[in-house]
Nanobody, 124 residues
Framework: QVQLVESGGGLVQTGSSLKLSCAAS????????LGWFRQVPGKERESVAA????????VYSDSVKGRFYAFMDNAMNTGYLDMNSLKREDTAVYYC?????????????????WGQGTQVTVSS
């Protein structure tokens, strides 16, 4: 079992930056991958980014490419999502999740463990 606790969400203005954290406990994230997803009420959850534990594989959705950066701190067993140049359309609940295969998939079904979500609100 892996427990994930996200933090770092909040209310910011457009153009600002936020850094989300996803702290894992119960098992090491070694050989796993960490995915980041977001969901807006009334819409399906969408993949934002995914990163393999060693950073060798990282993928991003087109909507965040060049603005968001996902990385791991294996010593801390924690993943991070650096979000820059935030836009109003980035407003959502953000979730982190663990993929045991470690392939950094963008498919939601590949992920086994999920965090509780953290709200990010970007205002103009």
């Amino acid at each position: 079992q892996v427990q994930l606790v996200e933090s770092g969400g909040g209310l910011v203005q457009t153009g600002s930056s936020l850094k989300l954290s996803c702290a894992a406990s119960g098992r090491s994230l070694r050989n796993f991958a960490l995915g980041w997803f977001r969901q807006v009420p009334g819409k399906e959850r969408e993949s934002v980014a995914a990163v393999a534990w060693d950073g060798e594989a990282t993928v991003y959705s087109d909507s965040v490419k060049g603005r968001f950066y996902a990385f791991m701190d294996n010593a801390m067993n924690t993943g991070y999502l650096d979000m820059n140049s935030l836009k109003r359309e980035d407003t959502a609940v953000y979730y982190c999740a663990v993929e045991e295969l470690g392939s950094a998939s963008r498919a939601e079904t590949a992920y086994t463990y999920w965090g509780q979500g953290t709200q990010v609100t970007v205002s103009s």
